[in-house]
């Protein structure tokens, strides 16, 4: 499939998009409000409401700002690459969790997204009271998968 029909073709069926879609795909991390769909071979992930979806976009946005220094970079508005993307999702839920559960282990994967984060704004009062200290080493700690000419050594 052409990659332009592609992406008309998921903007046309995935109205309210996952913001953790690479996560979820990549199965770092799961979540209730996800629904997952095919488009030809490929995949996609979208949100089941507009409520979570608001949260989780807010979300990121907080977590890429507050780890620009961790990800080397400035601009807060333009597109991260893969790597960094998942380390800003991935380890930013790694930390959410150790800032609700700090006497618990790092999980490999996150269960539920839009639970964590709901718990998150109980807890805390909204996102932009959250301990953005503990999230931050998360995000820094986090490495994704090896490339594969590091892994044949």
């Known amino acids: 499939m052409d990659n332009q029909v592609l992406r008309e073709t998921y903007s046309t069926i995935n109205e309210r998009y996952c913001p953790f879609e690479k996560s979820i795909l990549t199965n770092q991390c799961a979540c209730s409000r996800a629904e997952r769909f095919c488009i030809a071979e490929r995949e ?4 089941e409401t507009d409520e979570a979806q608001a949260r989780c976009v807010r979300l990121l946005e907080l977590l890429r700002g507050q780890a620009r220094f ?6 807060g508005s333009s597109a991260l690459p893969h ?16 800032a609700l559960n700090p006497d618990a282990e ?14 998150a704004v109980s807890r805390f009062g909204s996102l932009d009271h959250l301990p953005f200290q503990v ?6 700690a986090y490495r994704g998968r090896r490339p594969f000419r590091d892994r044949r050594s």
């Open 44 to 47: 996609g992930v979208s949100c």
């Open 70 to 75: 961790a990800l080397r970079t400035t601009d």
């Open 83 to 98: 790597a960094k993307a998942m380390r800003v999702q991935v380890g930013g839920l790694r930390g959410l969790y150790l």
């Open 106 to 119: 790092v999980p490999k994967t996150i269960d539920d997204v839009d639970a964590i984060i709901t718990a």
């Open 135 to 140: 999230i931050v080493q998360q995000i820094t």
